[in-house]
């Protein structure tokens, strides 16, 4: 009864590199959620989908991140020509559908840009 | 509006005493406030959540409180353990209106001495 899967655990990227971050949902979930932690910080969100749709991505930057969850296969989070701003740990939650429904975390991508 | 406000950031408890966490929150259409665990290195665990149509609620040693009129709401560990050294977050969201994306507030370290 595998959780929710992230990889890679860690991540390092030089400036300028792209960065493809992993999520796989709790089996049976078909909506996934990111968020992103900075050092000392509370997790904020960045984007919402479901299978094949972006429902929600008013917490993204509208510059270099994109993001998205194909009919087969994990959710994939983007981050274009990196900067060390984007050193963080990226979290995904999966839900089994919208509404009031747990959302179960992986355990994250830390993000290093050198 | 979109604010939750923890505190207080860092907490030392003895070991078998009470440790208590705040929230506060402005939104008043937040209907769905969880709290989560967060062991270094890991990702956000859920360990308890409630609704406002109640004003506590109780899972072992984990207790939610909840004042809707006052806004706030928190988190009471009783009988504490060392196992239970962790940073804790609180969030709300507003499943009937929004898309079921958490705000987060920014975390307390609980540390609990032998």
């Known amino acids: 009864n595998a959780g929710v899967m992230q990889n890679p655990r860690h991540l390092v990227r030089r400036r300028g590199q792209e960065a493809r971050l992993r999520c796989s949902p709790m089996?049976?979930?078909?909506?996934v959620y990111w968020y992103r932690q900075l050092p000392e910080e509370g997790l904020k969100f960045m984007v919402y989908?479901?299978?094949?749709?972006?429902?929600?991505e008013s917490g993204m930057p509208k510059e270099r991140f994109s993001a998205e969850f194909p009919k087969e296969g994990p959710s994939i989070l983007r981050i274009q020509q990196v900067v060390r701003g984007d050193s963080a740990a990226y979290f995904c939650?999966?839900?089994?559908?919208?509404?009031?429904?747990?959302?179960?975390f992986g355990p994250g991508t830390r993000l290093t840009v050198t | 509006q979109q604010q939750v406000k923890q505190s207080p950031q860092s907490l030392i408890v003895q070991k078998g005493g009470i440790s208590i966490i705040n929230c506060a929150y402005e939104n008043t259409a937040f209907d769905y406030f969880p709290w989560y665990q967060q062991f270094p290195g890991k990702g956000p665990a859920l360990l308890i959540a409630?609704?406002?149509?109640?004003s506590e609620k109780k899972e072992g040693r984990f207790t939610i409180s909840f004042n809707k009129s006052a806004k706030q709401f928190s988190l009471h560990i009783m009988d504490s353990q060392p196992g239970d050294s962790a940073t804790y977050f609180c969030a709300a969201t507003n499943y009937g209106g929004s898309q079921g994306n958490l705000i987060f507030g920014k975390g307390t370290k609980l540390s609990v001495k032998p």
């Open positions: 939650a999966s839900s089994p559908a919208r509404g009031p429904y747990e959302q179960y």
């Open positions: 409630i609704r406002p149509d109640v």
């Open positions: 089996k049976g979930h078909s909506h």
């Open positions: 989908l479901q299978k094949e749709n972006i429902i929600d």
